[in-house]
């Protein structure tokens, strides 16, 4: 894949403004959501105002309007084990409503938080889907408005599908 420079414009998401800037651009997908995450961490005993739960239910209504949704993720932790990953009600609510999700050989390691929105919106950093993530931690984030660049990490994510 060659590389280069390409327009854009860019909105800083850090901290705790990743939920609020990206469930908007969730909500108004009208075409496709890739997401190629190391975590995503949902909590099936909470509703869907869990700070996780948020993302899957923006999903759920992405489906609903047609929207193809993609989700490519990690299975190679130090502390849990493959067969837990993807696993619980959202999952499997989300696999209902026709979400794609994908999962790396366990002999491979898969350190994306990287989402591509309608093939114009990348959101790129080091915040995965967590309750630590959203709520304590110290995460990176950027919104980056650019079908350049979301064409070329699009096709990132689609050869690891």
Known sequence: MKSGWVPARVLEASDRSYAEALLPLLDKATKEIAISLYLIDTDDTR????????????????????????????????????????????????????????????????????????GRYVVEGSTNWSVSALKSNFESASIIDSPAHAKKKLQRITRLT
């Open 47 to 118: 509703g869907p105002l869990h700070p996780v739960n948020r993302f899957l239910e923006a999903l759920l209504a992405a489906r609903a309007r047609g929207v193809r949704v993609r989700i490519c993720l990690n299975t190679k932790f130090r502390i849990r084990l493959k067969a837990d990953v993807a696993l619980g009600k959202y999952f499997d609510r989300l696999l209902e409503a026709g979400v794609e999700i994908f999962t790396l050989l366990p002999n491979q390691r898969l350190h994306d938080e990287l989402i591509v929105i309608d």
